[in-house]
């Protein structure tokens, strides 16, 4: 688990808002996590979540004092489209940030599946359940018809379980109970961090439900 323990996200106390400059810090090394799903159908994933990340940069960086957490940073777009009146949230970090949350909860929803056990019992060693669950609870929704056949086709080609693993291990054969342990303690602080992004969105009624 060395890939995600090494920049393992700040602990997020209940109520405590996201500092934007340590949530960034701690995202950026997340794109490398899906070279390890191995089929390159994943790539525009990891390249949607490499190309969020560098937009929400960009704005923090306009006003790191003032957009000091996401908070801050969304309701300051809100407010400014609302004196321009403009749109929003359809664009700025406001949008880089619901597409981020969005590729973090398939991260979160498929690290979390093979914690819990989930498997095909007939195949166990495969991921094509886990990479079906985190794409449902995640992206599948917000895609139109032929971008969700072609993932349809990249989970069914997801990584064998115990390939997942050595990859996420950088290559080290790691137990696997050993490295499902890792990715526990690596949950413990990166669920609560997309959690309180929806949650933020959610009370700010920043969602949209727009298919990609």
Same mark, same amino acid.
């Given at each position: 688990?060395?890939? !995600?323990?090494?920049?393992?996200?700040?602990?997020?106390?209940?109520?405590?808002?996201?500092?934007?400059?340590?949530?960034?810090?701690?995202?950026?090394?997340?794109?490398?996590?899906?070279?390890?799903? %191995?089929?390159?159908?994943?790539?525009?994933?990891?390249?949607?979540?490499? %190309?969020?990340?560098?937009?929400?940069?960009?704005?923090?960086?306009?006003?790191?004092?003032?957009?000091?957490?996401?908070?801050?940073?969304?309701?300051?777009?809100?407010?400014?489209?609302?004196?321009? *009146?403009?749109?929003?949230?359809?664009? *700025?970090?406001?949008?880089?940030?619901?597409?981020?949350?969005?590729?973090?909860?398939?991260?979160?929803?498929? !690290?979390?599946?093979?914690? +819990?056990?989930?498997?095909?019992?007939?195949?166990?060693?495969?991921?094509?359940?886990?990479?079906?669950?985190?794409?449902?609870?995640?992206?599948?929704?917000?895609? %139109?018809?032929?971008?969700?056949?072609?993932?349809?086709?990249?989970?069914?080609?997801?990584?064998?379980?115990? +390939?997942? !693993?050595?990859?996420?291990?950088? %290559?080290?054969?790691?137990?696997?109970?050993?490295?499902?342990?890792?990715?526990?303690?690596?949950?413990?602080?990166?669920?609560?961090?997309? +959690?309180?992004?929806?949650?933020?969105?959610?009370?700010?009624?920043?969602?949209?439900?727009?298919?990609?």
């Amino acid at each position: 688990m060395a890939l !995600l323990l090494e920049h393992e996200f700040p602990e997020l106390l209940a109520g405590q808002e996201v500092s934007t400059a340590r949530f960034l810090d701690s995202v950026q090394h997340i794109p490398p996590f899906f070279d390890c799903l %191995g089929s390159t159908v994943f790539m525009p994933i990891k390249s949607d979540v490499s %190309g969020n990340i560098e937009k929400l940069r960009a704005v923090y960086l306009t006003d790191p004092v003032r957009l000091c957490t996401l908070r801050e940073l969304v309701t300051h777009e809100r407010d400014a489209a609302s004196a321009a *009146g403009s749109e929003w949230p359809r664009s *700025g970090a406001t949008l880089a940030l619901m597409w981020l949350k969005r590729g973090l909860r398939f991260i979160q929803t498929l !690290l979390q599946s093979l914690v +819990d056990g989930v498997r095909d019992e007939r195949h166990p060693d495969h991921m094509t359940v886990n990479a079906t669950l985190a794409y449902g609870a995640s992206l599948r929704r917000y895609h %139109g018809w032929l971008v969700q056949k072609v993932f349809s086709a990249a989970v069914h080609g997801a990584p064998y379980r115990s +390939d997942f !693993l050595r990859a996420l291990s950088k %290559g080290a054969a790691v137990p696997e109970a050993l490295c499902l342990e890792q990715v526990a303690l690596f949950l413990r602080h990166f669920t609560p961090h997309v +959690d309180a992004i929806y949650s933020l969105y959610d009370e700010l009624g920043a969602e949209l439900d727009y298919t990609a």
